[in-house]
């Protein structure tokens, strides 16, 4: 279905050069007699051709293929006693908001089907300013130590001399780093390829705080659930769509939210104080690990509704720059390291795809006023009129709360401390409870059918074992039937410290 513009030229436009000048023909070209060279003094068609030499912009290193909508995010409930970001101060609070989904591994191009992670990345304009949750699909991370990750994401593209995808190097990797099993046991279920992009969940995997009025923080996870629940193909689906319809995720969103059904996710946190952190069992900063929700029961607190597709693609989803540094007062970081990381990353890597002023972008201004200091570079066209450039007249908010040095926050001491992927028998439980107790019949079947067709590409014998033996670490019986799928002997488990020699989190030094 081409854009509605394609039916409908007749809204007054006439054809012109990017000065503005009206051009009479847009295919001529000044050329000397009827077969002469062609003229430098024909503006209109240089500026054609130079425009057109410039339209790619680099494709996000990650997360280059996606689609999104527009839509809003509205308050449902009161969680002032959680945080003091103004957009949760009154229930009924709606806001302005941008979605994209995307895969991780694939570029611009790739399959919306494919195996992979799926991102989920939402930029609410509060009056507060933009506060953006760059979550994915799944509540845990292959990584706990932010060192790794562009290690991790090279296996995961193209290797440098065959420009193939290789199966050798992806298991190589995961084997090496068994941290990564409950993310590889998330991937490799049904749910590593949801139904589209609009019919699944979304979770912040990362421990953030709120700190409320008063100053007192909690942690929090933060949830958004698929209303009406997710969906996910089977492994034979998605390699079916992937060849027929590369583009089937970008289509169903768009269809829907065209077709007035419109997505719509029901928003919940999941909090603990500093003193249950410190007895939680797991580390609230390993973003390997799942809080129970048991223990830690969802809180509601709005939902979110897309109901408007972009005008331009480029303009409202390409251009749009999602950082989890981009927050609102109330709503904070965790130290967890693999987050502290992100907030350097994303605005870095922003500057380099979309330049200094990436924020001045209309997909990316926030609904409120800026005034500061920061002038000019490329493409400032907004830059704040006659305003003074120096300290001057603006007047800095007059803080209500209590200062946090009132209140008891973290505090941090030790020795720098390089490795943080330690692995323990701590990092299996959550993988086991999901393969035993989670899973059904018909998703373990899926699970290792789906391992198997991946995981029997390695060619390496030793590649193989060893990724089972990370297998068997989980569960004995679940290595065995994937090293029986692909025909290779079965492998003892890894032997990894026990739980007890995890390193354990403290709030208070
Ligand atoms: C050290 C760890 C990580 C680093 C350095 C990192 C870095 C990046 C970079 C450079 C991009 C491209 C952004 C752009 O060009 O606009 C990106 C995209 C993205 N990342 Fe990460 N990432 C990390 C981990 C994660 C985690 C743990 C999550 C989710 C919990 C996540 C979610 C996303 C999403 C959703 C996008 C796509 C944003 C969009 O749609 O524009 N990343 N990441
Ligand atoms: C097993 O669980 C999946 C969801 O993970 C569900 O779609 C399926 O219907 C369940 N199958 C059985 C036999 O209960």
């Given at each position: 279905?081409?854009?509605?513009?394609?039916?409908?030229?007749?809204?007054?436009?006439?054809?012109?050069?990017?000065?503005?000048?009206?051009?009479?023909?847009?295919?001529?070209?000044?050329?000397?007699?009827?077969?002469?060279?062609?003229?430098?003094?024909?503006?209109?068609?240089?500026?054609?051709?130079?425009?057109?030499?410039?339209?790619?912009?680099?494709?996000?290193?990650?997360?280059?293929?996606?689609?999104?909508?527009?839509?809003?995010?509205?308050?449902?409930?009161?969680?002032?006693?959680?945080?003091?970001?103004?957009?949760?101060?009154?229930?009924?609070?709606?806001?302005?908001?941008?979605?994209?989904?995307?895969?991780?591994?694939?570029?611009?191009?790739?399959?919306?089907?494919?195996?992979?992670?799926?991102?989920?990345?939402?930029?609410?304009?509060?009056?507060?300013?933009?506060?953006?949750?760059?979550?994915?699909?799944?509540?845990?991370?292959?990584?706990?130590?932010?060192?790794?990750?562009?290690?991790?994401?090279?296996?995961?593209?193209?290797?440098?001399?065959?420009?193939?995808?290789?199966?050798?190097?992806?298991?190589?990797?995961?084997?090496?780093?068994?941290?990564?099993?409950?993310?590889?046991?998330?991937?490799?279920?049904?749910?590593?390829?949801?139904?589209?992009?609009?019919?699944?969940?979304?979770?912040?995997?990362?421990?953030?705080?709120?700190?409320?009025?008063?100053?007192?923080?909690?942690?929090?996870?933060?949830?958004?659930?698929?209303?009406?629940?997710?969906?996910?193909?089977?492994?034979?689906?998605?390699?079916?769509?992937?060849?027929?319809?590369?583009?089937?995720?970008?289509?169903?969103?768009?269809?829907?939210?065209?077709?007035?059904?419109?997505?719509?996710?029901?928003?919940?946190?999941?909090?603990?104080?500093?003193?249950?952190?410190e007895k939680f069992r797991y580390n609230i900063l390993d973003l390997t690990k799942i809080w129970?929700?048991?223990?830690?029961?969802?809180?509601?607190?709005?939902?979110?509704?897309?109901?408007?597709?972009?005008?331009?693609?480029?303009?409202?989803?390409?251009?749009?720059?999602?950082?989890?540094?981009?927050?609102?007062?109330?709503?904070?970081?965790?130290?967890?390291?693999?987050?502290?990381?992100?907030?350097?990353?994303?605005?870095?890597?922003?500057?380099?795809?979309?330049?200094?002023?990436?924020?001045?972008?209309?997909?990316?201004?926030?609904?409120?006023?800026?005034?500061?200091?920061?002038?000019?570079?490329?493409?400032?066209?907004?830059?704040?009129?006659?305003?003074?450039?120096?300290?001057?007249?603006?007047?800095?908010?007059?803080?209500?709360?209590?200062?946090?040095?009132?209140?008891?926050?973290?505090?941090?001491?030790?020795?720098?401390n390089a490795d943080l992927s330690f692995v323990t028998e701590l990092d299996f439980e959550q993988?086991?409870?999901?393969?035993?107790?989670?899973?059904?019949?018909?998703?373990?079947?899926?699970?290792?059918?789906?391992?198997?067709?991946?995981?029997?590409?390695?060619?390496?014998?030793?590649?193989?074992?060893?990724?089972?033996?990370?297998?068997?670490?989980?569960?004995?019986?679940?290595?065995?039937?994937?090293?029986?799928?692909?025909?290779?002997?079965?492998?003892?488990?890894?032997?990894?410290?026990?739980?007890?020699?995890?390193?354990?989190?403290?709030?208070?030094?």
């Amino acid at each position: 279905m081409p854009s509605k513009q394609v039916f409908n030229s007749q809204d007054g436009a006439t054809y012109t050069t990017s000065t503005g000048a009206p051009v009479a023909k847009p295919y001529a070209a000044q050329r000397i007699g009827a077969v002469g060279p062609l003229l430098l003094q024909d503006f209109h068609h240089i500026d054609l051709l130079a425009h057109f030499d410039r339209e790619r912009i680099p494709e996000r290193v990650v997360h280059a293929k996606g689609a999104g909508a527009h839509g809003y995010f509205e308050v449902t409930h009161d969680i002032t006693d959680l945080t003091c970001a103004s957009l949760f101060k009154k229930v009924g609070n709606k806001a302005r908001t941008t979605v994209r989904f995307s895969t991780v591994g694939g570029e611009s191009g790739s399959a919306d089907t494919a195996r992979d992670p799926r991102g989920f990345a939402i930029k609410i304009r509060t009056d507060e300013g933009n506060l953006d949750w760059v979550f994915n699909n799944t509540p845990v991370f292959f990584i706990r130590d932010p060192a790794k990750f562009p290690h991790f994401i090279h296996t995961q593209k193209r290797d440098p001399q065959t420009h193939l995808k290789d199966a050798d190097m992806f298991w190589d990797y995961l084997s090496l780093n068994p941290e990564s099993i409950h993310q590889v046991m998330i991937l490799f279920s049904d749910r590593g390829h949801p139904d589209g992009y609009h019919h699944m969940h979304g979770y912040s995997g990362h421990t953030f705080k709120f700190v409320n009025e008063a100053g007192e923080f909690h942690y929090v996870q933060i949830h958004f659930i698929k209303d009406g629940g997710a969906k996910s193909l089977t492994e034979p689906e998605a390699s079916k769509l992937a060849g027929d319809n590369p583009d089937y995720g970008i289509q169903s969103l768009f269809e829907d939210i065209e077709a007035g059904k419109y997505p719509s996710w029901t928003v919940y946190v999941q909090t603990m104080t500093a003193a249950q952190a410190e007895k939680f069992r797991y580390n609230i900063l390993d973003l390997t690990k799942i809080w129970s929700h048991k223990e830690f029961p969802l809180r509601p607190i709005g939902k979110m509704v897309l109901n408007e597709n972009p005008q331009n693609y480029f303009a409202e989803i390409e251009q749009a720059a999602f950082s989890p540094s981009h927050t609102v007062p109330g709503i904070e970081a965790s130290a967890d390291p693999v987050l502290q990381s992100r907030l350097f990353s994303y605005p870095d890597t922003h500057r380099h795809r979309l330049g200094v002023n990436y924020n001045q972008l209309p997909v990316n201004a926030p609904a409120v006023p800026i005034a500061n200091f920061q002038r000019d570079g490329f493409m400032a066209f907004s830059n704040q009129g006659s305003r003074p450039n120096y300290q001057s007249s603006l007047v800095p908010l007059e803080y209500k709360s209590k200062p946090y040095e009132e209140v008891q926050h973290e505090t941090w001491l030790g020795a720098a401390n390089a490795d943080l992927s330690f692995v323990t028998e701590l990092d299996f439980e959550q993988p086991r409870e999901l393969w035993l107790n989670v899973f059904n019949d018909t998703d373990r079947e899926h699970f290792v059918h789906n391992v198997a067709v991946h995981l029997c590409n390695a060619k390496s014998a030793e590649v193989k074992a060893r990724q089972l033996s990370v297998f068997a670490a989980v569960d004995q019986g679940l290595s065995d039937r994937i090293a029986n799928a692909i025909g290779v002997p079965t492998v003892k488990p890894l032997q990894v410290a026990p739980a007890s020699a995890a390193i354990r989190f403290k709030a208070f030094a």
